[in-house]
């Protein structure tokens, strides 16, 4: 591990920064994102800060990316309708300003006429 500070995802991890929380296990977190980009926008995390992005996962751990997917996919089914976009922004010039990998749920929300 390098000297560098903490990301802010190991910090609410660590429960030194709050968050709002929506899911948590093992291996884990997801919170809302406090500047959402859609009417849900909700990251997914691993708890271990090993990858910077998505392919750095998906080259050591498939399985923990395959269950944020998994994951993404039960949160907007509990959030929204079910209907979402998964991004992961790779790299600076892509839009990454925290380097631990995380994926971004988003939607539009709840389908017209829909119980919350």
């Not at 910077?52 to 399985?63: F, I, M, Q, R, S």
């Not at 395959?66 to 991004?87: I, K, P, T, W, Y």
Request: hydrophobic letters at 45%; proline letters at 6%.
């Amino acid at each position: 591990m390098s000297s560098e500070e903490p990301s802010i995802f190991t910090r609410i991890i660590n429960r030194e920064i709050p968050a709002d929380i929506v899911f948590e296990d093992d291996d884990l977190i997801a919170l809302k994102d406090i500047n959402p980009q859609a009417p849900v926008h909700l990251l997914v995390v691993p708890k271990i800060p090993d990858y910077e992005n998505v392919h750095e996962l998906a080259a050591g751990d498939p399985a923990l990316l395959a269950h944020m997917v998994a994951v993404a996919n039960q949160l907007a089914a509990e959030h929204s309708d079910g209907q979402f976009r998964l991004v992961f922004n790779s790299g600076e010039n892509a839009g990454q300003t925290v380097f631990h990998v995380h994926a971004h749920v988003l939607s539009g929300g709840l389908a017209e006429g829909s119980l919350a």
